[in-house]
């Protein structure tokens, strides 16, 4: 799997190479800056891109952009950004074309290899993978609205991971239970939420990212 | 009112306490040509003020004679109360006449009145007597009742006399030949309807008259109040200095402040975390050979240790200078606070561009603040930031947080009001809070973008 690493921090541009050559992904072109980001990106059109948020020249959020900018021009180009800091702005930002393919996590999950190099093969296959705190943010913010106020604890942990972009099976091992169970409480939650139930991971996780986002 | 220190209400500017010349106001002055008919009202409306200014005239005479006999009878050793209190009320009368020339005048007048100590009665007496501001109230007290007569009893006679004569034909035919035969002086009796018809262009004119002169006078007036009320150049830059003294005082004492929460936290925080760090990472390199299995537990606890690390760091950096704000400036940064919350905030913000970045942190933390303090206490459905900086906004970045709470917020509750008030006093910015109890609560900030 082809893929383009852009951060700025050399010793972590080269930790990123070498997990990711671990795992057996080609690193194709790895970059320190905005404008080579978006230059690498256009060429290689990469099966995934791992991106830091901040780069040069200007370290404000020049990497976002270039991912956003490439995406406008590739549509599902699949991205995983990483960032020291998570904004639910960004997430937002991120999300609205609704194209899927994107993943957005803090750089210390990086540590948890193996679930990290999982982030990076879901979002090359199109799947949409937020961090825990980004979700943990958009639940507390809809701590009291009504619909959300009805979900038993054990949906709304269902919820909280489902945001985060995982599959049934995923949930099912995480809370121990089984696969048909996390499929009845998701078919609660969009019940009591109101959504409209999708077979497809992908179509699921935005809706309920949509919903909360609202 | 009980004694000379009692607040005034309101002050005319928030800005004259800085020290700093006064905003300029946005409408006024009243534009002479638009329409005859606003023009009129503008007219009535002067007309009334002009019937209340003419009283005002005769109190400034009365005011006068207080205060001269009651700083008369200190000299004799008596009267202290009396002459606080004549202070006192000199004061708010001539703040009511601030509050009117700003009005009418086009900017608003400031105070020029230094802060009077704490103290016994003597000393507050002696501050009074040493304020050349009070010595100029008393000059505009006299001149004021001189004056008064000509600015706004003057286009109150003008107007009568108009409406007298244009009535006069009706007068005639209405009362007993005796009375009012004599409108123009003994000499010219007016007794038939037709000769009293005379008046009537009379009227016209003297009506023409006053509808020319009241703008002037009314100006004319203003200008008075202004000279001599408003701080003189070097009562304002006194005032200029006090207050900079004050804020940088308080500038340097928040800042020492916050580098020593900073030091202490990455102290207690992530200097520990990487010292213990350092040492399983240490041990874990020992027992690779002998015990494979407790190093991975350590190299586990390490990889653990780090995370905890990075997210103190981040709450930290975040609280010195929020990383979304250098990346989006103030319009992004507010937005994600309003994202962040868990209450409905709308955020408007019109600004040109990015700002100072000096002005974009207070204004970012200014706002974070109040939000949280909407947050905490308000128990509010919605929320509304504006935050404005435009041409003509006059060179301040304007800044409102409401709330549709329970309100009741004040600088006294410690609801971090004062710390946004240190804040932005650094930048020569204020902070006015309207929240009665029950809500609705408005916070408004203001900040210039250039300052001295």
């Given at each position: 799997?082809?893929?383009?690493?852009?951060?700025?921090?050399?010793?972590?541009r080269?930790?990123?190479?070498?997990?990711?050559?671990?795992?057996?992904?080609?690193?194709v072109?790895?970059?320190?800056?905005?404008p080579?980001?978006?230059?690498?990106?256009?060429?290689?059109?990469?099966?995934?891109a791992?991106?830091?948020?901040?780069?040069?020249?200007?370290?404000?959020?020049?990497?976002?952009?270039?991912?956003i900018?490439?995406?406008?021009?590739?549509?599902g180009?699949?991205?995983?950004?990483?960032?020291?800091?998570?904004?639910?702005?960004?997430?937002?930002?991120?999300?609205?074309?609704?194209?899927?393919?994107v993943?957005?996590?803090?750089?210390?999950?990086?540590?948890?290899?193996?679930?990290?190099?999982?982030?990076?093969?879901?979002?090359?296959?199109?799947?949409?993978?937020?961090?825990?705190?980004?979700?943990?943010?958009?639940?507390?913010?809809?701590?009291?609205?009504?619909?959300?106020?009805?979900?038993?604890?054990?949906?709304?942990?269902?919820?909280?991971?489902?945001a985060?972009?995982?599959?049934?099976?995923?949930?099912?091992?995480?809370?121990f239970?089984?696969?048909?169970?996390?499929?009845k409480?998701?078919?609660?939650?969009?019940?009591?939420?109101?959504?409209?139930?999708?077979?497809?991971?992908?179509?699921?996780?935005?809706?309920?990212?949509?919903?909360l986002?609202? | 009112?009980?004694a000379a220190?009692?607040?005034?209400?309101?002050p005319?500017?928030?800005?004259?306490?800085?020290?700093?010349?006064?905003a300029?106001?946005?409408?006024?002055?009243?534009?002479?040509a638009r329409?005859?008919?606003?023009?009129?009202?503008?007219?009535?409306?002067?007309?009334?003020?002009?019937?209340?200014?003419?009283?005002?005239s005769?109190?400034?005479?009365?005011?006068?004679m207080?205060?001269?006999?009651?700083?008369g009878?200190?000299?004799?050793?008596?009267?202290?109360?009396?002459?606080?209190?004549?202070?006192?009320?000199?004061?708010?009368?001539?703040?009511?006449?601030?509050?009117?020339?700003?009005?009418?005048?086009?900017?608003?007048?400031?105070?020029?009145?230094?802060?009077?100590?704490?103290?016994?009665?003597?000393?507050?007496?002696?501050?009074?007597?040493?304020d050349?501001?009070?010595?100029?109230?008393?000059?505009?007290?006299?001149?004021d009742?001189?004056?008064?007569?000509?600015?706004a009893?003057?286009p109150?006679?003008?107007f009568?006399?108009?409406l007298?004569?244009?009535?006069?034909?009706?007068?005639l035919?209405?009362?007993?030949?005796?009375?009012?035969r004599?409108?123009?002086?003994?000499?010219?009796?007016?007794?038939?309807?037709?000769?009293?018809?005379?008046?009537?262009?009379?009227g016209?004119?003297?009506?023409?008259?006053?509808?020319?002169?009241?703008?002037?006078?009314?100006?004319?007036?203003?200008?008075?109040?202004?000279?001599l009320?408003?701080?003189?150049?070097?009562?304002?830059?006194?005032?200029?200095?006090?207050?900079?003294?004050?804020?940088r005082?308080?500038?340097v004492?928040t800042?020492a402040?916050?580098?020593?929460?900073?030091?202490?936290?990455?102290?207690?925080?992530?200097?520990?975390?990487?010292?213990?760090?350092?040492?399983?990472l240490?041990?874990?390199?020992?027992?690779?050979?002998?015990?494979?299995?407790?190093?991975?537990?350590?190299?586990?606890?390490?990889?653990?240790?780090?995370?905890?690390?990075?997210?103190?760091?981040?709450?930290?950096?975040?609280?010195?200078?929020?990383?979304?704000?250098?990346?989006?400036?103030?319009?992004?940064?507010i937005?994600?606070?309003?994202?962040?919350?868990?209450?409905p905030?709308t955020?408007?913000?019109?600004?040109?561009?990015?700002?100072?970045?000096?002005?974009?942190?207070?204004a970012?933390?200014?706002?974070?603040?109040a939000?949280?303090?909407?947050?905490?206490?308000?128990?509010?459905h919605?929320?509304?930031?504006?935050?404005?900086?435009?041409?003509?906004?006059?060179?301040?970045?304007?800044?409102a947080?409401?709330d549709?709470?329970?309100?009741?917020?004040?600088?006294?509750?410690?609801?971090?009001l004062?710390g946004i008030?240190?804040?932005?006093?650094?930048?020569?910015?204020?902070?006015?809070?309207?929240?009665?109890?029950?809500?609705?609560?408005?916070?408004?900030?203001?900040?210039?973008?250039?300052?001295?």
């Amino acid at each position: 799997m082809r893929v383009v690493v852009a951060e700025d921090l050399a010793l972590l541009r080269e930790g990123l190479i070498r997990i990711l050559d671990a795992y057996g992904f080609d690193v194709v072109e790895a970059v320190d800056n905005g404008p080579s980001l978006a230059r690498a990106l256009d060429t290689h059109r990469p099966d995934v891109a791992v991106l830091d948020v901040r780069l040069p020249p200007t370290f404000t959020d020049e990497g976002l952009r270039a991912a956003i900018d490439a995406r406008t021009r590739t549509p599902g180009l699949p991205v995983l950004m990483l960032s020291q800091y998570v904004e639910q702005l960004y997430a937002r930002e991120l999300l609205s074309d609704r194209a899927g393919a994107v993943g957005y996590l803090l750089k210390d999950r990086v540590s948890r290899v193996d679930q990290f190099i999982d982030a990076v093969r879901r979002v090359a296959a199109g799947a949409t993978v937020m961090d825990p705190e980004v979700i943990a943010s958009l639940l507390a913010r809809h701590e009291n609205d009504e619909p959300l106020k009805t979900l038993t604890p054990r949906e709304h942990e269902v919820l909280s991971l489902m945001a985060e972009g995982r599959s049934n099976a995923a949930i099912a091992a995480r809370m121990f239970v089984t696969e048909k169970a996390v499929s009845k409480h998701s078919n609660s939650i969009f019940g009591k939420l109101g959504l409209q139930q999708s077979e497809e991971d992908n179509r699921r996780v935005l809706a309920v990212l949509a919903y909360l986002q609202a | 009112m009980t004694a000379a220190d009692a607040p005034p209400d309101p002050p005319p500017d928030p800005r004259a306490a800085l020290g700093l010349p006064p905003a300029p106001v946005r409408g006024l002055p009243p534009a002479p040509a638009r329409g005859f008919r606003a023009g009129l009202v503008l007219r009535m409306e002067l007309l009334g003020w002009s019937l209340v200014l003419l009283l005002a005239s005769a109190a400034a005479f009365a005011l006068l004679m207080l205060w001269g006999m009651a700083a008369g009878l200190v000299l004799m050793g008596a009267g202290l109360p009396v002459t606080l209190l004549a202070t006192a009320l000199v004061r708010r009368f001539a703040d009511r006449h601030r509050g009117w020339a700003g009005r009418w005048g086009g900017e608003p007048v400031a105070r020029p009145y230094l802060p009077i100590p704490a103290g016994n009665w003597l000393t507050r007496l002696r501050a009074i007597l040493s304020d050349p501001a009070t010595w100029r109230d008393c000059a505009w007290l006299a001149v004021d009742s001189v004056a008064g007569w000509f600015t706004a009893g003057g286009p109150f006679l003008v107007f009568a006399a108009g409406l007298f004569s244009l009535s006069y034909p009706l007068v005639l035919a209405l009362t007993p030949p005796q009375v009012l035969r004599t409108p123009l002086g003994p000499q010219w009796p007016l007794h038939t309807t037709a000769a009293s018809l005379v008046m009537v262009p009379l009227g016209l004119v003297c009506l023409a008259l006053w509808y020319v002169s009241a703008i002037p006078l009314a100006r004319l007036n203003a200008w008075v109040i202004r000279s001599l009320l408003a701080p003189t150049e070097q009562a304002r830059l006194r005032a200029r200095v006090a207050h900079l003294a004050t804020s940088r005082a308080e500038t340097v004492d928040t800042q020492a402040g916050e580098l020593r929460r900073i030091e202490r936290d990455l102290h207690d925080g992530a200097q520990a975390r990487l010292a213990s760090l350092g040492m399983s990472l240490g041990l874990a390199e020992q027992l690779l050979a002998q015990n494979p299995q407790a190093a991975a537990r350590l190299l586990s606890e390490a990889r653990e240790s780090t995370s905890t690390a990075l997210a103190e760091l981040r709450d930290l950096v975040r609280g010195i200078h929020p990383p979304v704000l250098a990346d989006r400036g103030l319009d992004g940064a507010i937005q994600a606070l309003a994202l962040a919350g868990p209450v409905p905030t709308t955020v408007t913000v019109r600004i040109p561009g990015r700002l100072p970045a000096a002005v974009e942190s207070a204004a970012y933390f200014a706002v974070a603040e109040a939000l949280a303090n909407a947050l905490k206490h308000a128990d509010a459905h919605h929320i509304t930031i504006s935050v404005e900086h435009t041409p003509d906004s006059g060179g301040l970045l304007r800044i409102a947080v409401s709330d549709d709470g329970r309100g009741g917020a004040s600088f006294g509750g410690g609801t971090g009001l004062r710390g946004i008030e240190r804040r932005l006093g650094a930048f020569d910015g204020t902070v006015s809070v309207d929240s009665p109890v029950g809500g609705p609560t408005d916070v408004r900030m203001s900040l210039p973008c250039v300052w001295s």
